[in-house]
């Protein structure tokens, strides 16, 4: 089959709500596109200002808790994402701060 240049062009529609994504993360050949997807995700909803954790991640998803558990571990495990708990003086979590970069360099 022969290709017709004109049926390989796009349409984009604009859109008023836009995140600028990374080309670091759209390229990262060492991230599969499951962990891209989320370190997107999580980057849309920092620059929007919203609140994550890992309850509101698997509600806006079809992916299980597995799934998504996996991802964030590979995001980590490559330094794109790190996850900090800070704890009450009696051990209880009081806190957690997710932190991303698109450099990779949080290990």
Request: charged content about 30%; hydrophobic content about 35%.
């Amino acid at each position: 089959m022969v290709w017709n240049s004109e049926a390989l062009k796009m349409i984009i529609r604009k859109i008023d709500s836009v995140t600028n994504v990374p080309n670091q993360i759209i390229n990262a050949d060492n991230l599969s596109f499951k962990a891209r997807g989320i370190f997107v995700y999580l980057w849309a909803q920092v620059k929007n200002g919203g609140e994550q954790d890992f309850k509101k991640l698997v509600q806006h998803t079809p992916e299980g808790t597995t799934s998504i558990r996996s991802g964030l571990k590979e995001l980590e495990n490559k330094g794109y994402l790190k996850r900090d708990k800070k704890r009450y003086t009696n051990g209880q979590y009081k806190e957690s701060f997710w932190i991303l970069s698109e450099y990779g360099d949080l290990k």
